[in-house]
């Protein structure tokens, strides 16, 4: 038998020969001899064994049917089943019983076969990781595989690895539930498939919300079940069964700036306990009875009606010794009496009396299950009368509470909405302050201030009159912006009739641009799926918006880096907030920016949206902007000729598309090198497009209300008159395509003759025949004349004075892509002159004859 399993190795070997650079043939270790490591040296085979240092638990292969084997950690005590705590492989189990784990040279652990295909790893297998020292896997007495560089690593921030760190479905003493934000990770416990036979990824899992005071939710699918409550110092508040064992398990929840999580230790070291969720939908903690060996259910939840998450609507409260066991708040009545007869107490409760803000008073509710607490106000400093205070002053505060129960109650908790899934207990419970008109609270009042009895009667009427002025208010703003919409559509429809004889080509203008999006509204895209991110997510992603992961400053709100948790790389725009948009306007105009998709387009993948912010998900761009590559002294000469000709075509035809090919046609109206992006390829995508749907068309930058658009991407008649075209767009294109090929900015730019900006030096050389000079010095020689010529004309010809010289961006993607289309000679470009308007005098305009010299009187911001 021994030879045969050491021929088996040298196949092994064999294999490893071939493929990999290990050069000494590992032995599988012994699986009479109990050990508790594994070297790199070593294999672990699929009827072997490691055992912790006093055999508590295992690593072992296991398998219900013979055919899927796992990698699982066990408890070893109880022989009869040892029940799996974690296991390796869940989402691939291992199909051929030749299979072993093999430590390798850079710490990771990895599932493997004869034909060295990886089943499983603790990472994704890294060429380049580095080489560790002497990494060695252990199997600790809690239940913890770990891997480290010495066989006496104590200090867990030293483990290259831990399975502590990748629960599966059950919570051993010393693991943590919840999230760490430094390293923005987090860890929950989710089911298997079918508890005692399938340990792929099930439906249930139990998992941390950390916004507001953290509570742990347990999910069934992506549907609550049931909630612990808020951890109030002592316990979860859904929870009051956990005080009476604290002398043998020991309750323990974190919350600082690095992290938040709920954990549990063991005070009687023989003592053996874990949480589990199983497969039907319980969070189990389960005891070990030493005398009998078996695990007994200590504690189980959901465990009653009342546990079921919202089983009661808003401002009710579950009580399981009540029929029914829904109940209104006192001065509360049920939203939907029907429904509630029959014993359906989810549509909750309406106020018997509105509230007034000046004279309301609390309802004090003893031995409850605080409600939800997903997005509350807190202060932990506070004390319960400040708290109270607070939110008798704060007419959206409908309740209040103390945070921690210890030491007579501390810190504050205001729920600024709707009461959610409250709870009684016969004890236990906690203690919750319930806003209520004065009429509705009689002697069960709390707190209430001496002065405000006087001020009562005034205050209702007061209040009334104020619910009546708002009610008159909204109506009047409501009519007010229905209007002006309509006057809006008159003036613009005026002004192209005026502007008509001038172009046809600019019809398309603010008015057809309004309309099509009132259209596009109204044929509803409800059948769309919105692509709609938990704010929370977007929240974790970026670190909290934090100045670290932000990648500029864009003109309609600041961007940033995220990373979500399967680690997908995205990029973040969190909208100025004077968009002007309401929630379903912002939802309907993203459902049509997430139909625009070109290769040359920045992806959409969806928005998010919370209060009056308002983010937008896009898709991450490795190369970030064009002009922080083109106009770097040192970066701009990565830009071989080559690659801005890629870009310059990419632009084109994603500009193309928005101008035609779309469904919607879209007017970029800031077309720049900062809106266009580079992915790791360098291949362009334009961002910020359809921007002007979102912000509406009288703003181009939101920040301020009457700006026009950014300062050197401007068409003429765009800049003087207003009015916008796609042949504002092709404008702005042009100078792009100025911009890519001499590596220079319009704005900003000095030439020997001041008074020319970029485009109008580059019309002076290609006049004088002297284009070729504008090309980037940072370019070697090696690019094609010809192509540099043709596209420096295609340039010239986007950025003519009159909008309908310049060719639409079909014309521009022919050109560009054609050696034998006939180009037509541009004429004198609009805007040639430099950093200021100059006054009009003969000497000026005889130099540059061939130039227009506008006289630029409008404001113009700088776009950033
Ligand atoms: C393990 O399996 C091998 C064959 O794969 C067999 O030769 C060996 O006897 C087994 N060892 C034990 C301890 O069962
Ligand atoms: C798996 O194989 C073992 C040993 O060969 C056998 O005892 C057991 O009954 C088998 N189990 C199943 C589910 O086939
Ligand atoms: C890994 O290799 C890639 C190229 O193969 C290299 O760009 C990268 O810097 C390397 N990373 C490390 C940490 O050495
Ligand atoms: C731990 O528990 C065992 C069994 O219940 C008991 O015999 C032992 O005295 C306890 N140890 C301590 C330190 O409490
Ligand atoms: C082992 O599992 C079976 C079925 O899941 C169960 O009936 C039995 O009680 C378990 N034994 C122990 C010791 O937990
Ligand atoms: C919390 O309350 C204390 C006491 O009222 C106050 O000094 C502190 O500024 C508050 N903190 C926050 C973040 O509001
Ligand atoms: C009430 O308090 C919340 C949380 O601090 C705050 O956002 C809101 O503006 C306050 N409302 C009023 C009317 O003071």
Redesign the pocket.
């Known amino acids: 038998m021994k030879s045969f399993s050491f021929n088996t190795f040298q196949t092994l070997f064999l294999f490893y020969l071939s493929t990999s650079t290990i050069f000494f043939s590992p032995p599988s270790i012994s699986a009479s001899s109990s050990s508790s490591t594994l070297t790199t040296t070593q294999i672990l085979k699929i009827n072997q064994t490691l055992l912790s240092p006093t055999g508590i638990f295992q690593l072992s292969f296991f398998s219900y049917n013979n055919l899927s084997w796992y990698l699982g950690i066990r408890y070893n005590i109880d022989h009869d089943n040892r029940t799996v705590v974690w296991v390796a492989n869940r989402k691939t189990p291992i199909q051929n019983p030749n299979t072993f784990l093999k430590l390798t040279d850079t710490g990771n652990l990895i599932i493997t076969d004869q034909s060295n295909k990886i089943i499983w790893a603790t990472e994704k297998i890294n060429k380049n990781s580095t080489l560790k020292k002497n990494p060695i896997l252990q199997i600790l007495d809690s239940g913890n595989l770990v891997i480290s560089e010495s066989p006496n690593e104590n200090d867990p921030t030293k483990f290259l690895w831990q399975s502590f760190d990748f629960p599966t479905d059950t919570l051993l003493p010393g693991m943590k539930l919840g999230w760490n934000f430094d390293t923005n990770t987090e860890k929950h416990i989710n089911s298997w498939k079918v508890t005692d036979q399938d340990p792929s990824i099930g439906d249930i899992s139990f998992k941390m919300h950390y916004h507001g005071v953290p509570e742990i939710f347990l999910w069934n699918k992506n549907r609550r079940v049931y909630r612990s409550g808020p951890w109030n110092g002592k316990r979860f508040s859904g929870v009051p069964e956990m005080q009476p064992f604290t002398d043998s398990i020991q309750f323990t929840f974190v919350q600082n700036d690095h992290e938040v999580y709920y954990t549990f230790s063991i005070?009687?070291?023989?003592?053996f306990s874990r949480l589990s969720v199983d497969s039907i939908g319980e969070l189990q903690r389960l005891t070990w009875i030493?005398s009998r060996k078996i695990w007994t259910k200590f504690w189980y939840a959901p465990k009653d009606q009342c546990d079921n998450y919202k089983e009661c609507g808003p401002f009710s409260i579950c009580d399981t010794n009540a029929s029914p066991v829904c109940n209104c708040i006192k001065g509360f009545h049920p939203k939907n009496h029907q429904a509630w007869n029959l014993r359906d107490g989810s549509d909750g409760c309406l106020r018997d009396n509105k509230l007034d803000c000046v004279s309301d008073r609390f309802l004090h509710l003893g031995n409850v299950k605080l409600p939800e607490t997903s997005s509350v106000f807190v202060n932990r400093s506070m004390t319960l009368l400040e708290c109270g205070d607070l939110c008798q002053k704060n007419c959206s505060c409908t309740g209040y509470a103390n945070i921690e129960i210890v030491n007579g109650g501390s810190g504050c908790v205001m729920w600024l909405d709707q009461l959610i899934d409250i709870r009684a207990y016969p004890v236990g419970g906690q203690d919750l302050f319930v806003r209520l008109a004065a009429s509705d609270v009689d002697d069960e009042v709390v707190r209430e201030s001496s002065d405000r009895k006087t001020a009562k009667a005034i205050g209702i009427m007061a209040g009334g009159a104020a619910v009546i002025f708002l009610a008159v208010g909204i109506c009047f703003l409501w009519r007010k912006k229905k209007l002006q919409f309509l006057l809006n559509l008159k003036g613009k429809s005026e002004k192209r009739a005026g502007s008509s004889e001038k172009s046809q080509d600019l019809l398309i203008t603010e008015g057809v641009f309004t309309s099509n999006r009132e259209q596009s509204s109204e044929t509803n895209m409800d059948d769309l799926e919105l692509p709609f991110f938990d704010f929370n997510t977007i929240i974790m992603a970026t670190n909290n918006f934090s100045e670290q992961n932000k990648l500029g400053q864009g003109g309609f709100g600041i961007v940033y880096k995220g990373r979500l948790l399967e680690g997908k790389e995205i990029a973040v725009k969190r909208l100025s907030k004077n968009s002007g948009q309401g929630v379903e306007e912002f939802k309907n105009e993203v459902k049509l920016i997430v139909k625009l998709q070109h290769r040359n387009l920045v992806r959409l993948l969806g928005c998010s949206f919370q209060m009056d912010e308002k983010v937008l998900v896009y898709e991450y761009m490795e190369n970030r902007s064009l002009d922080a590559i083109l106009f770097d002294k040192v970066r701009r000469s990565s830009l071989d000729w080559q690659t801005r000709f890629n870009i310059i075509s990419g632009i084109a035809r994603g500009l193309l598309y928005l101008h035609q090919d779309s469904r919607f046609r879209i007017i970029h109206r800031d077309l720049k090198a900062s809106n266009i992006l580079l992915d790791r390829e360098m291949n362009p995508k334009i961002s910020d497009f359809g921007m002007a749907r979102i912000f509406g068309t009288d703003q181009t930058e939101a920040n301020t209300v009457r700006v026009v658009g950014t300062y050197g991407y401007m068409s003429p008649e765009y800049a003087m008159d207003g009015i916008f075209s796609v042949k504002s767009d092709v404008f702005s294109f042009g100078v792009l395509v100025m911009e890519i090929i001499s590596g220079k900015k319009n704005r900003g730019f000095y030439s020997a003759n001041k008074e020319l900006n970029l485009l109008g030096h580059s019309w002076k050389l290609w006049k004088d025949g002297n284009a070729l000079e504008l090309i980037d010095s940072s370019i070697d020689n090696s690019y094609s004349h010809s192509e540099v010529l043709r596209c420096i004309q295609v340039g010239l010809l986007c950025v003519q004075e009159r909008a309908e010289d310049r060719p639409t961006m079909s014309s521009v993607v022919l050109m560009l892509s054609s050696e034998t289309a006939t180009i037509a000679e541009p004429k004198n470009p609009g805007f040639c002159l430099g950093s200021t308007p100059i006054e009009t005098d003969s000497s000026s305009s005889k130099k540059d004859e061939s130039c227009t010299v506008n006289q630029v009187t409008c404001t113009m911001v700088d776009g950033r």
């Open positions: 005070v009687n070291e023989s003592l030493h």
